[in-house]
């Protein structure tokens, strides 16, 4: 036991020292530092004064009140201003930046506006849509009104149909139950699969760094290699720990000012502050057993290479699996019921996405769960018996790396130690 502390703890501080871990981390945190201050950084480059002023030529005189009236219940930050000089002046004026853009108000022969926009750029922009969608309201209103319909009458035609949805299902989920659940599942989805890549990577990089120094041979007669392989998968563990809660420290600082509109917007979005206990239990369960998974994997494949620029091509195969579990969870999310998840869920290699996802969206019988785990627990133990036999013969593997016929040759030595 005194050997897999001694491994674990060369593991984590070893990493936690290095280069690439502290620059990778500073970067992610300046990143959090910007987009808690992207506000204010938005404005320095745009100025304080982040309105869009849009002229307006109104020839009928009677268009430019309405248009301004909608715009500004939609969108405050465009101004309309009622131009009076020419066409051609309202032109030069957005050309040299004074404006941002030129609107021409006309009535056609049916006495329906009519317009034309003036701007800098051709490509979309919101402006333009803002405008459309409330000219094409006024347009309505006008028609309506001359085909003699009364506002009430109006009023009814674009109210909303009644529509009510109930489930005969009495135990199924209702709609902002699925709502809160997806949100939940979506996080866990993208912590689980950037987890998986970056520190099962990482894993194995680590594997194949102390085999290019030589230092393996020395490492591995002195500790099991059960033991050593647990000691790095434990000691990356924790290191990611360790990141994580110094970003989610940093990140709830910078936005404790903010964290009464946050708690309120995008905890409630995504589900955070109405979500059931039993939903965080289980992701905190299928994301140890996820990480145990796929590390056990990275371990044993970083073995089996003897240079790090090898690495990458050898974990080629499980960056395919997660990337396809991430894939099947994602057009899960829409049809959580289909045949294909409910099968793929009791796939072990994508059990950790797709029966947490199916968790959260629907009403699972216990024993599905159960047997789910059992199968990814099991999976995880026949993965470490494996993964220590290759991992004790890989070790000791020097030369050019052949991809996955190395696992013979890996058994071979683990024999010939016997």
Do not use: C
């Not at 871990?21 to 004064?49: K, M, P, R, Y």
């Not at 699925?178 to 987890?195: E, K, P, S």
């Not at 600082?253 to 903010?258: D, I, V």
């Amino acid at each position: 036991m005194n050997n897999f502390w001694i491994v674990l703890s060369h593991t984590y501080f070893s990493r936690l020292k290095s280069k690439a871990f502290i620059i990778s981390t500073l970067i992610i945190l300046l990143f959090l530092v910007g987009v808690a201050n992207l506000q204010s950084i938005i404005q320095i480059f745009t100025g304080e004064d982040d309105t869009e002023k849009v002229l307006v030529i109104d020839e009928p005189g009677q268009l430019f009140t309405p248009l301004e009236s909608g715009v500004s219940h939609v969108d405050e930050d465009i101004e309309l201003i009622l131009y009076e000089k020419s066409v051609e002046k309202g032109k030069t004026a957005v050309q040299e930046g004074e404006f941002d853009a030129l609107l021409v108000l006309e009535l056609d022969e049916n006495n329906l506006p009519i317009a034309t926009y003036y701007e800098n750029n051709a490509s979309f922009s919101f402006i333009e849509a803002t405008l459309e969608q409330q000219l094409q309201q006024i347009k309505t209103t006008i028609a309506a009104e001359q085909a003699g319909f009364d506002e009430a009458t109006i009023e009814s035609i674009y109210e909303q149909v009644a529509f009510e949805k109930i489930a005969l299902d009495e135990d199924t989920k209702t709609e902002e139950e699925l709502n809160q659940a997806r949100g939940i599942v979506y996080v866990m989805l993208f912590v689980l699969y950037m987890a998986v890549i970056i520190y099962g990577q990482m894993i194995a990089m680590d594997v194949a760094t102390e085999k290019s120094s030589r230092v393996m041979e020395i490492l591995i007669s002195s500790a099991s290699p059960v033991t050593h392989m647990f000691a790095k998968i434990i000691g990356i563990a924790l290191l990611g720990l360790t990141q994580i809660i110094l970003f989610f420290v940093v990140g709830y600082s910078l936005m404790s000012s903010k964290i009464n509109t946050l708690s309120g917007e995008f905890f409630e979005v995504f589900g955070f502050s109405q979500g059931s206990i039993s939903i965080y239990l289980y992701a905190i369960l299928f994301f140890i057993l996820g990480y145990f998974l796929y590390a056990t994997i990275a371990a044993m494949l970083g073995s089996l290479v003897s240079r790090v620029e090898d690495v990458q091509q050898l974990l080629m195969p499980m960056v395919m699996l997660i990337v396809i579990a991430f894939i099947i969870a994602m057009v899960g999310s829409g049809m959580p019921e289909a045949k294909f998840i409910t099968i793929t869920s009791f796939i072990p290699f994508f059990t950790p996405m797709i029966m947490f996802l199916r968790i959260g969206m629907l009403d699972v019988p216990i024993w599905e769960v159960i047997l789910s785990v059992g199968i990814l627990v099991g999976t995880i133990i026949l993965l470490a018996i494996l993964g220590a036999r290759i991992y004790r013969g890989g070790v000791l593997m020097y030369g050019p790396s052949r991809t996955l016929k190395d696992f013979k040759k890996a058994f071979m030595l683990t024999k010939k130690e016997k």
